[in-house]
């Protein structure tokens, strides 16, 4: 799992920068609230910022915030099954069959893995601690509807 570095993002960070492994995989905090994006681009083509916990990422897309893929079955991914999470990663659509995922999650790089490799990912997270932990929805880009 280390080696996919999913808690790069996953995991919020501690305002030292450092992922905040009691709260593993749990996604961008709820009580972290994020109204909107910053205005970018910022100077000399800057386009892309992120909030303090790293799970709140703005850029051309909106806002998207980091998923909770602990298997807490309300707020996670705990009531889905390995057909979901390979269908999710491999088609990059949210819960495997709804909108398309936003930047930066990498799911076109984690798609050429094998099913053999999603499993053993998926069978890790349903492994880790289920943290009740309710992510907001993405914010459009400012204008867009
Ligand atoms: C560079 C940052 C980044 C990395 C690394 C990353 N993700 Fe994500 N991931 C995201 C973001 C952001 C979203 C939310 C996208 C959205 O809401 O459209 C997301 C969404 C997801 C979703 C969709 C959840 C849902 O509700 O449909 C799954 C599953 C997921 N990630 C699994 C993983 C796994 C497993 C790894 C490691 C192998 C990983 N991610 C690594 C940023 C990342």
Redesign the pocket.
Known sequence: ?TA???N???TPFTPTGEPDMTRALSGHPQAVRVAGAPRLPLADGWIVAINETNTA?AGPWGV??????TPDRVTG?GAWTDRI?IA??RTG????V??????????RM?ATLTDEDLRA?YAY?MTIPAISNR?PD?IPPSGAK
């Not at 659509?93 to 495997?96: D, I, N």
């Open positions: 799992m996919q570095d999913c790069g993002c996953h990422w998207s915030f980091t998923s909770n893929i991914i999470f999710s990663i659509k949210k819960s495997g709804g909108r398309g995922l936003l930047p930066p999650m990498p799911w984690y990912i997270l992510v993405p």
